[in-house]
């Protein structure tokens, strides 16, 4: 079957940086995306990998190693409006997309 | 009318009773796609569309039906709704090709008693 696996929750101070781990299962890989989405919202894009290594946009990065069925997305200089969830998708062997259940992320001043 | 519109916000609705979903799209893309995203489970695709005139069936399409008459329009509908499709559904839409970044509409609260 196809799994993505990532922590439930995670708590991090403002100011501070934190990284969300994605590990994944799928049939077949066409890229990694992760999303944000605040609570009652709908999810936004973040950052797209589709080759090993780090991608940096901002205050965000997001890292991909394959072999490993592996991804984190760092995020840096934490504000509070960072608080949200944030989701890791796999696109597979069918282009679709395999969410994984998102992490919520609380950030505590 | 900017990006995905879905309607309505939220709704009540009996057990056995008939509901469609509303989604629009002026982004003239391609693909677009219906998910519920339930509490501790991550978003599940029920149905999609690749291009006007066509559809496909998801993860969990039992007791939903799409239809795609249209670039911009991908109604969802509940034949006759049951208390498991309690849920927030999301229309979302991409342009298609490689890098199919998704674009999601606000969703819709539905509770079925």
Not at chain 1, 35 to 46: D, I, K, N, V, W
Not at chain 2, 89 to 94: L, Q, R, T, V
Request: hydrophobic share 35%; with cysteine; aromatic share 12%.
């Amino acid at each position: 079957g196809q799994n993505i696996d990532q922590p439930t929750e995670m708590t991090a101070t403002e100011g501070a940086i934190v990284q969300i781990n994605c590990t994944y299962q799928t049939s077949g890989f066409n890229g990694l995306f992760w999303y944000q989405q605040h609570a009652g919202e709908a999810p936004t894009f973040l950052s797209y990998n589709v080759l090993d290594g780090l991608e940096e946009k901002g205050r965000f990065s997001s890292f991909l190693s394959r072999s490993k069925g592996y991804s984190y997305l760092l995020l840096k200089e934490l504000q509070m409006k960072d608080s949200a969830s944030y989701l890791c998708a796999v696109r597979d062997s069918n282009y679709q997309l395999i969410w994984g259940a998102g992490t919520k992320l609380i950030i505590k001043p | 009318i900017a990006g995905i519109t879905q309607a309505p916000t939220s709704q009540i609705l009996a057990a056995g009773r008939r509901m469609t979903l509303r989604c629009t799209q002026d982004m003239r893309h391609n693909a677009m796609y219906w998910y519920r995203q339930d509490l501790g489970l991550g978003l599940r695709l029920i149905h999609y569309s690749n291009t006007a005139g066509t559809t496909g069936k998801g993860e969990v399409p039992d007791g939903y039906s799409v239809s795609r008459a249209n670039t911009d329009d991908f109604p969802l509908t509940l034949a006759s709704a049951v208390p498991s499709q309690t849920s927030v559904y999301f229309c979302a839409s991409s342009a298609g090709g490689a890098y199919n970044e998704q674009f999601f509409g606000p969703g819709t609260r539905l509770t079925v008693l």
